[in-house]
Nanobody, 120 residues
Framework: QVQLVESGGGLVQPGGSLRLSCAAS????????MSWYRQAPGKERESVAA????????NYRDSVKGRFTITRDNAKNTVYLQMNRLKPEDTAVYYC?????????????WGQGTQVTVSS
């Protein structure tokens, strides 16, 4: 049974930090690229950060570059998102995603999300 379980969300003041974790089980973690997405109220889900299956390549949306860092620990089947200098516009539900492409097919898993609220 595939599971992606996010944790680490909460309420933080502007300028503060949070570290999100996503624990994966039920599939071969090292075969999958991992990403964090977020969805704010009334907005579409958007990609925040991504990391390749072996962790050698990362990508970030422009608005979080220099503030957020995605890492993964393949020994623990866990991906992290360190979020620094948080802004109110970072408020959203953050989702963990695992994806693997095999030829033209795609295996795609999602977590249930964790709420991040940045407010004074």
């Amino acid at each position: 049974q595939v599971q992606l379980v996010e944790s680490g969300g909460g309420l933080v003041q502007p300028g503060g930090s949070l570290r999100l974790s996503c624990a994966a089980s039920g599939f071969t973690f090292t075969y999958y690229a991992m990403s964090w997405y977020r969805q704010a109220p009334g907005k579409e889900r958007e990609s925040v950060a991504a990391i390749s299956s072996v962790g050698g390549t990362t990508n970030y949306r422009d608005s979080v570059k220099g503030r957020f860092t995605i890492t993964r620990d393949n020994a623990k089947n866990t991906v992290y998102l360190q979020m620094n200098r948080l802004k109110p516009e970072d408020t959203a539900v953050y989702y963990c995603n695992a994806v693997r492409y095999i030829g033209t097919s795609k295996n795609d898993y999602w977590g249930q999300g964790t709420q991040v609220t940045v407010s004074s």
